[in-house]
C-alpha cells in the first residue's frame, strides 16, 4: 500500500522529467541558444539551471557528493549571459541525463521512513517544529520546480 | 506515518496554488488582459483554462459535481481569442478560488486508500492492470500542470 503511493510519487518524477528530456534531445547546439521570449532566458541556460538544481538534490537527498557544481556560478548565481557557459551543448545534456538517472535510481529505493528523513538542507530543530519539511517536499517542490520551466520551454518555436 | 506523506503531497498543492493565486490577485483586468509573451495565450486564458482543468478535478477525483463547466468551451477545447470570455474577471477570480477550495478541503480528508482508488476517467480494466493510475497521480498531475503554466505567467510583465 505505502509502496504504490511511493511507485505513485516517482513516476510523476519520471512523466515530468521524461517530456522535458524529449524535447531537450530535439533541440540542436543553435536552437538551445535562442532565448523562449523574446529578452527571456535562453533554452540553454534552463537546461542548465535544471542540472545545476536537480545536481544539488542529491546531497540535499542524501543520496551522494554532488556530480557537476561547475554549473552553480553560470546558472544559479548568475543571470543568463553573463558567464560562459562552461561546457558545451552535448556535455551539458549528458550531465541532465546523468544527474537524473542517479536520483531516480536512489529513489526508487527510498523507503517510507527515508521519504520522511529531514534534508540535509533544513536543521534538527527547524524539522522537529515541521516534519513536513522532509525529503519527499524538496522531491515534489523540485519536480514542479521542473514543471515551472518546462512550460517556459514550451513557449520557444 | 502515511498521515505526513499525504500532509507533505497536500502541502505542496498549497504551496503551488497559493503562490499562483497571490500572482493572479496583483493583476488587474487590465493586465490579465496582456499575453504572457507576444502572439502567447492571455493572462485571462490561462486562469480560465486552469480554472477548468482544476473544476474537471471535482468528479475525476470523486469529490463531487463540477461547479463551473461554462468554461470548458472558451478555455479548454478552443483556442485563446476565438471565444468570448465567458465570465469578468473578477468572476473568474472567484471561480477559480472556490474551485481550489473544494479540492483543497476535500483532499484533506483522503485516507491512503481513497488516494489510491481510481479516478473517475479510467476504465475497471486499465485500472486492474496499472494501479498507478489512481486519483494521487491525477493530483500530482494537475500540481505539476499548474507548475508549467505558473512559469509561463511569471514570463509576463
Known amino acids: 500500500m505505502d509502496e504504490l503511493v511511493m511507485t505513485t510519487i516517482v513516476a510523476s518524477w519520471r512523466l515530468v522529467v521524461g517530456r522535458l528530456d524529449e524535447r531537450f534531445t530535439q533541440l540542436d547546439d543553435e536552437q538551445l541558444q535562442k ?5 527571456k ?8 539551471h535544471l542540472t545545476a538544481v536537480h545536481d544539488r538534490m542529491l546531497p540535499m537527498l542524501g ?3 554532488r ?5 552553480d556560478e553560470a546558472y544559479l548565481t548568475n543571470p543568463d549571459r553573463t558567464i560562459a557557459d562552461p561546457l558545451s551543448a552535448s556535455e551539458l545534456k549528458r550531465a541532465w541525463t546523468e544527474v537524473n538517472a542517479a536520483i ?3 529513489v526508487e529505493g527510498f523507503s517510507v521512513d ?3 528523513r529531514k534534508h540535509t538542507a533544513v536543521s534538527d530543530e527547524d524539522f522537529s517544529t515541521n516534519p513536513t519539511r522532509n525529503r ?3 522531491f515534489l517542490n523540485r519536480t514542479n520546480h ?3 520551466h518546462t512550460g517556459q520551454i514550451a513557449l520557444a518555436k
Chains 1, 2 share one sequence.
Open 63 to 65: 543520496i551522494g557528493e
Open 41 to 48: 532566458n535562453r533554452l540553454f541556460y534552463l537546461l542548465g
Open 104 to 106: 531516480t535510481s536512489a
Open 136 to 138: 519527499l517536499a524538496v
Open 114 to 116: 527515508d521519504w520522511l
Open 67 to 71: 556530480l557537476h557544481p561547475e554549473l
Open 35 to 39: 532565448p523562449i521570449a523574446p529578452n
Open 146 to 148: 521542473t514543471s515551472f
